[in-house]
């Protein structure tokens, strides 16, 4: 093609690299319609980092944005000033982001004050309820609000758009490219070569949390659950990659740190992520994500918060909400671990969130951008 369309894909976070990932790799496979230029902003330093190096990422644009502890005032303005620079130097044909962070949310009102259009992937999410999940719910309203293309991951997201007065001619039904991503790893994983220090006589469970609303008494909750259970449980361990926001690392060791069968690890590569979650009898999260990719790998996951914008996998019965409440957290585990019908019934594989696909179908929708 002549005329190449210029993408300009602008990330931050673990969550966003992994998703945008293979995006990435299927606009760069199309060469010949596509110019991409990748610029992250590094809302994340550290994990982000090990998702460019695993999936071979070399950004043109590194924004190098993270401060310790940072704030949601000063992470969007830096977000929006430097992306402004980034924006008039590539003049982009289109912008994408991903999802609801602070990057998606204020790189795409940098596009829109330069009059670029913007494509939002994983668009349309929803719980209606402003402050939870804090401060992602805005995020995806505003961003949606912004965008001309809508890459909606489900039928129950594209009606939310719809609801939302967006246009059904820019509304995409893709699939979510976490599967994409997960599918391309978990084909390439040898579990033989991780142990993460477990006792292979033991079932684990694999905890993460990070979620702002979740700051506070909620996560010390959620430690207090897992030390009941471990003293309950003498068959299981319970192993948590610990997310490196000091508001969740610094509670988690001070209550957990040094128990016995609690393993806290710092994050995972994503290969390495997935082979846990595949060798982990039972997930308890308050990840977006993790809620996406478990169930396609038949793991029941207890999710730790009251309202998730991803009510596929719970219509399902593979997810199930369970909120902070320490008691609540030990029944729903001890049921799992008691309960073998129970157990199977939570771990069919079901997967609806994608097939694979989703990079190729954002991709010929790209293809008409000019
Ligand atoms: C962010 C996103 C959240 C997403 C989550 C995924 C916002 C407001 N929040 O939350 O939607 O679910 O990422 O993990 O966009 N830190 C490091 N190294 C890292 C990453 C973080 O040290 O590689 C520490 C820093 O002290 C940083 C802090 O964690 O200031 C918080 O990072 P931030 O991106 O603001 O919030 P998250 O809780 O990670
Ligand atoms: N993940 C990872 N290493 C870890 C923990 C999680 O690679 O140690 C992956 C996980 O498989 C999922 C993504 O990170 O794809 C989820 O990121 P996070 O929970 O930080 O963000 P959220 O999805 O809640 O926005």
């Given amino acids: 093609m002549e005329n190449k369309i210029k993408v300009l894909t602008i990330f931050g976070t673990r969550p966003e690299a992994i998703k945008m990932a293979p995006l990435i790799t299927e606009i760069e496979k199309n060469s010949e319609y596509f110019e991409s230029i990748v610029c992250v902003t590094a809302q994340h330093r550290q994990m982000l980092d090990q998702v460019l190096h695993l999936f071979n990422i070399k950004p043109d644009y590194d924004l190098d944005i993270m401060k310790n502890n940072q704030n949601l ?51 349309g999410l929803r719980t209606f309820n402003k402050y939870y999940p804090f401060p992602e719910e805005i995020n995806r309203v505003f961003a949606d609000s912004i965008c001309t293309y809508h890459f909606a991951p489900t039928d129950e997201s594209c009606e939310n758009l719809i ?17 994409d991503a997960l599918l391309y790893t978990v084909k390439n994983i040898d579990e033989s070569k991780y142990n993460f220090n477990l006792n292979p006589n033991l079932k684990t469970i694999l905890l993460t949390s990070h979620r702002r609303e979740n700051f506070g008494e909620p996560i010390k909750n959620i430690c207090k659950a897992c030390l009941e259970l471990a003293e309950k449980n003498k068959d299981i361990q319970i192993v948590y990659p610990v997310h490196p926001n000091p508001n969740v690392k610094e509670p988690v060791y001070e209550l957990l740190g040094g128990k016995d069968r609690i393993n806290l690890i710092q994050p995972l590569e994503y290969e390495e992520f997935c082979a846990l979650m595949k060798m982990s009898h039972i997930i308890l999260t308050d990840s977006g994500g993790v809620q996406e990719e478990a169930p396609s790998l038949g793991k029941p996951v207890l999710v730790l918060r009251d309202t998730t914008e991803r009510p596929e996998a719970v219509k399902y019965g593979t997810v199930k909400l369970v909120g902070t409440d320490k ?44």
């Fill in 163 to 179: 609801k939302s007065q967006i246009p059904e001619e820019h509304i995409y039904k893709t699939g979510n490219t976490v599967i």
């Fill in 73 to 123: 005032w000063s992470l969007t303005s830096d977000v929006l000033l430097k992306t402004k620079d980034v924006i008039e130097k590539v003049n982009p044909d289109v912008v994408l982001v991903h999802g609801d962070t602070t990057t998606s949310m204020a790189a795409a009102l940098s596009a829109f004050y330069a009059k670029i259009p913007v494509g939002h992937v994983e668009a």
């Fill in 327 to 370: 008691d609540k957290i030990v029944s729903n585990v001890q049921l799992l671990l008691d309960d073998e019908t129970e157990y199977k019934r939570m771990s069919e594989s079901v997967n609806p969130y994608g097939d694979g696909l989703a990079s190729k179908r954002i991709v010929e929708v790209l293809k008409k951008v000019k």
